[in-house]
């Protein structure tokens, strides 16, 4: 026992009494969950140092396996409460990749047990007794896979992230709604689930109309959103299931390609009204609960609350305080806003050109609805960007993009979604890569599964080829059968120079889809690397005749160069200046090919046309090995220190 006064530490307006536990922000009591107000503590008892992530851990997490979302989770509950802000660090720095340090000017004084108001909301424990001690905190978040600790980073684990070049897996960030946490009352039910569980949430079937069909999709969307939310849960994106939209006949097929423990799957009958939901145990096909209910279709809000009901009660869920909070949340609290958000997802997801405009114009009716409905926004800014794949400028669609962003953060800053895709713009658009970093920063901490791709190649750029690894890697298990994805973890490794691992991958990628053109392209790509020229031609020709001549061409311009067909490259610049008279092609196409017959300033010309124009990619320009003839340029080392790409 000691009879050293307690500590009270003041910075700003924000009080904190690490003995009892209480937070004061401008003399009003706030609330904190028991193991964020243990890492502020911990944090203001270290702000002479940076904190490295590891030991924030193995401390406050000390023998329970959890990943580094934990402690993002934590970090961005923290700011919210303070009012702080990633982008500054007022309190708060994050040191990219390493861990946090606390900045603000503290006061240490001595205190009382008690100097808050009465019936002040306690941080630690509701007031009841003192806080404990770090080293016997429980933890707030769910066990999950272990963390490896060898390497000092995480081992590949089943989350989401969306991040991905090609836009095609953005629709996980929209997994934001309310959640709930797994509690079983009493005994489980056979094959009960316990820690993380994966679970995928098939799209309805309905014997009614196409729109019956849509609301089918919607319902299961809602439901995904739902469950998305609970810690104990890692649930496919709707993007993912979408594809399994046929899949009823036999959803166990389903539940073992999107590599799932379980499968919910259900029928909808809009004239009687009747519903019918079951869960299914991948491994051995078993049903665990079927349920039946009649229920009226017209408000979507009363659809989605009232299914989610009846799958919490058939799973034996129980919520607690701050989860039934959270799934209560809603971005709108308008029906017809919330429905044609809905249908705007359903159009988005289609990965066609007349879906993604038809996506556009739903959201736009949401936005029209609700002109606060902040995820609205965010999914038109989203649905913009999508048209780079069917022909469309960036010029085009860059600036609308930005503008929807930037109103949904206005709107609401906890938007994840709409930070991501911040970071994105600045990353493939800007090359801000400062503030990429930022807003990938902002969306990681409030939530900690998004933007795997897409920051995994940025993080190829800066040269953090470990972290990448493990990004990409991350992205691939939650999602092992999205097309899109699987192409581009290809397409990654061909700029790591793992021409081996490209070919398995992308390999996979058309044996899944053998009419997705960007597979091919990829894999001709390797193949010219590895001196399969033939191959490659085969291969880089079925991607133009796929997509009638938007993929592809100044690949094979480049292969035909490089093997002497230089006839055969000439008409390729030819093609290529034809179909840019009928959609955009980026002038990054003639730079390959200009650089495969050796005429470097033409090249060099064809990247400055293409950086001008916002469409060349970063990671592709750094390590594409057909510039690579370009590299030792002085006009080639000139552009790569205007553009900020210099290392």
């Known amino acids: 026992m000691t009879n050293e006064a307690p500590k009270v530490f003041f910075f700003d307006d924000v009080k904190v009494e690490p003995r009892t536990g209480e937070v004061f922000k401008a003399g009003a009591a706030v609330p904190l969950e028991p193991k964020v107000f243990k890492l502020l503590v911990f ?91 770090l080293q016997s905190v429980a933890p707030f978040a769910a066990p999950v896979r272990p963390r490896n600790t060898a390497h000092g980073s995480l081992a590949p684990a089943k989350w989401l992230s969306a991040r991905n070049v090609t836009l095609a897996g953005i629709f996980c ?26 679970i995928a949430v098939l799209p309805f079937q309905s014997a009614g109309s196409n729109g019956d069909q849509v609301l089918g999709f919607e319902i299961a969307d809602a439901l995904t959103s739902k469950l998305s939310n609970s810690t104990h849960l890692s649930v496919r994106p709707t993007s993912a299931t979408l594809h399994y939209s046929d899949s009823h006949d036999d959803p166990v097929a389903a539940g073992r390609a999107l590599n799932v423990d379980y499968i919910l799957e259900g029928n909808i009958q809009r004239s009687p009204g009747l519903v019918t ?70 159009f988005m997801n289609l990965a066609t050109k007349e879906g993604t405009r038809q996506g556009i114009a739903s959201f736009q009716k949401a936005i029209a609805i609700d002109p606060n409905y902040a995820m609205a926004y965010a999914g038109l800014g989203d649905c913009y ?5 069917f022909g469309t400028a960036p010029a085009e669609f860059v600036p609308e993009s930005r503008a929807a962003e930037t109103k949904a953060i206005e709107l609401d800053n906890t938007v994840a979604y709409a930070h991501s895709l911040l970071g994105y713009i600045a990353f493939q658009y800007d090359w801000d890569l400062p503030r990429a ?37 991350k992205f691939n298990d939650f999602l092992p059968m999205l097309v899109s994805a699987d192409a581009f973890y290809g397409q990654y490794f061909y700029l790591r120079s793992q021409n081996g691992l490209a070919v398995d991958q992308l390999n996979k990628t058309v044996a899944m889809q053998p009419d997705y053109p960007p597979a091919h ?119 790569v220190r205007r553009v900020g790409l210099s290392f």
């Open 437 to 473: 970093e930022r807003e990938y920063e902002i969306a990681r901490e409030l939530d900690p599964a998004l933007v795997h791709q897409w920051y995994g190649f940025y993080l190829l750029v800066m040269n953090h080829f470990h972290e990448a690894d493990v990004e990409f890697k």
């Open 173 to 198: 960030a929209l997994l934001l709604g309310a959640g709930f946490s797994w509690r079983f009352l009493g005994r489980k039910p056979s094959g009960a689930v316990s820690g993380t569980t994966s």
């Open 43 to 133: 944090l203001i008892e270290n702000r002479d140092r940076l904190v490295e992530k590891e030991e924030i851990l193995d401390i406050l997490w000390k023998d329970v396996n959890v990943t580094e979302n934990a402690l993002a989770s934590a970090i961005a509950k923290l700011r919210r409460t303070l009012g702080d802000d990633s982008k500054t660090g007022k309190y708060i720095q994050t040191m990219h990749a390493r861990g946090y340090r606390f900045v603000a000017n503290v006061q240490v004084e001595n205190g009382s047990a008690r100097n808050g108001p009465e019936g002040a909301i306690i941080g630690g424990n509701g007031g009841k007794e003192p806080a404990a001690s």
């Open 521 to 639: 392209e990829f894999l001709g790509m390797v193949y010219e690397q590895q001196g399969r020229t033939n191959e490659a031609i085969t291969e880089i020709q079925k991607a133009i005749d796929l997509s009638g001549g938007e993929y592809g061409l100044g690949s094979l311009g480049h292969v035909y160069a490089i093997v002497g067909r230089r006839s055969d490259a000439g008409k390729m610049l030819q093609s290529i200046a034809e179909q840019s008279s009928r959609s955009y092609i980026s002038p990054y196409q003639l730079a390959i090919v200009h650089a495969g017959l050796d005429e470097k300033d033409q090249a060099i010309d064809e990247l400055e046309k293409a950086y001008a124009d916002r469409s060349l990619s970063a990671p592709v320009f750094r390590f594409d090995p057909r510039l690579n003839n370009l590299r030792a340029e002085p006009r080639f080392q000139d552009f």
């Open 385 to 389: 960007l999508r048209l780079f794949r």
């Open 277 to 346: 939901v079951q869960l299914i145990r991948v491994r051995d096909a078993a049903s665990l609960q079927t349920v039946s209910f009649n229920e009226k279709f017209s408000n979507i809000f009363q659809v989605e609350d009232s299914l989610s009901a009846q799958v919490l009660r058939a799973l034996m869920v129980t919520l607690d305080h701050e989860e039934k909070q959270r799934f209560g949340r809603r971005f709108t609290q308008n029906a017809a806003a919330y429905e044609a958000f809905l249908n705007a997802h359903y």
